[in-house]
């Protein structure tokens, strides 16, 4: 396979093993230079991506982790190595599709004002667990124009060094924010109708799904906080949802049975008529029903994590990385 030498790769990840020795595998002459950011594995994976002729950059262990760090790391090390246009971006937990770099560099060059394309990312075991299915459905995201994108994504290297590439402070919801950055300065996003990445999120337990939803609520809270006063008023819906739903309706309820009696408690049945009404909206089949179910469960950790947030920042502490895996 013949790589156009102004694309490259940046791959990041930590301790995933089988996994990343299959992304690089599927990266690898595809495009002409590969990057691989390790943040501390002990897994072997700095061998393994050696050994496959890839420049390997090993994170300072006195710098707390972040994804943004670590892409941007790998980003200054790619432009070391040569000029690069455009930079696949993929963490060490999925694996490239075929044709997904042909197609998304061709609408790259085609529309000029795009600074970032990126497909269909799915899960590879969807079956194993409902948290897994859960995590392809919210990869499936609406074809054409977008607000934002995920992990995997292929983009313009001029448009990220436009706006100083991701924010490294941030433990979740770098994408989203850069994403919000790029559109300020009149760049476009853009999800094509076609296959990316395969995922393998690798959850099998309730725990897993909680601490992930969890760091969603902090990035809901986060990203708010930064850009929700602007224009696209981001992530500040899902901040309030989270909020109402998780942590003030609780306590209202608990407020109302204290000062009204138990009956009050009857309050509670507005959490399984909002998944009704959600589960019917869906088609009222098994998926529709998991979706709706765990959509109204996760507001409690979103709420969680939007409280830490904002908890941390009162405090003047910046909060470490929430991992599930």
């Keep these: 396979m013949s790589a156009d030498p102004h694309i490259g790769a940046v791959v990041i990840g930590r301790n995933e093993g089988a996994r990343l020795i299959r992304c690089l595998d599927s990266v690898l002459g595809r495009v002409a230079h ?40 790998g980003l200054e090390a790619l432009l070391s190595l040569a000029h690069v246009d455009h930079v696949q971006f993929i963490d060490g937990d999925c694996e490239l599709r075929e044709g997904w770099i042909e197609t998304a560099h061709a609408f790259l060059i085609s529309a000029d004002d795009v600074a970032v394309a990126f497909g269909r990312r ?92 969890r760091r969603a609520g902090h990035a809901f809270a986060e990203g708010a906080a930064m850009h929700g006063a602007g224009p696209t008023g981001h992530w500040r819906r899902e901040t309030r949802k989270a909020l109402a739903w998780g942590a003030v309706l609780p306590a209202a309820i608990l407020i109302a049975a204290i000062a009204l009696g138990p009956v009050a408690l009857l309050a509670v049945l507005i959490y399984p008529a909002q998944i009704l009404r959600l589960a019917i909206r869906e088609g009222l089949d098994r998926t529709a029903w998991e979706r709706a179910f765990f959509l109204v469960l996760g507001k409690f950790p979103e709420a969680l994590g939007a409280l830490s947030y904002w908890r941390g920042r009162l405090l003047g502490r910046r909060r470490g990385l929430i991992e599930y895996k």
Excluded at 162 to 172: K, M, Q, R, T
Excluded at 173 to 191: H, T
């Design 122 to 213: 799915r899960e590879r075991f969807p079956e194993a667990s409902v948290y897994n299915r859960l995590c392809d459905w919210e990869w499936d995201t609406p074809i054409g124009e977008s607000g934002a994108c995920g992990g995997d994504a292929l983009m313009r290297v001029s448009a990220l060094q436009e706006v100083d590439g991701f924010n490294p402070g941030l433990i979740a919801g770098e994408e989203p924010d850069l994403c919000v950055r790029l559109r300020g300065r009149g760049w476009r996003i853009w999800r094509l109708d076609h296959e990316m990445t395969l995922h393998d999120a690798a959850m099998s337990r309730f725990g897993q799904w909680w601490k992930r939803t």
């Design 34 to 73: 590969v990057v691989y950011v390790d943040s501390g594995s002990s897994d072997g994976s700095i061998d393994a991506a050696r050994a496959r002729g890839v420049t390997v950059i090993e994170l300072d262990l006195d710098t707390p982790f972040t994804a943004a760090r670590a892409r941007n790391a």
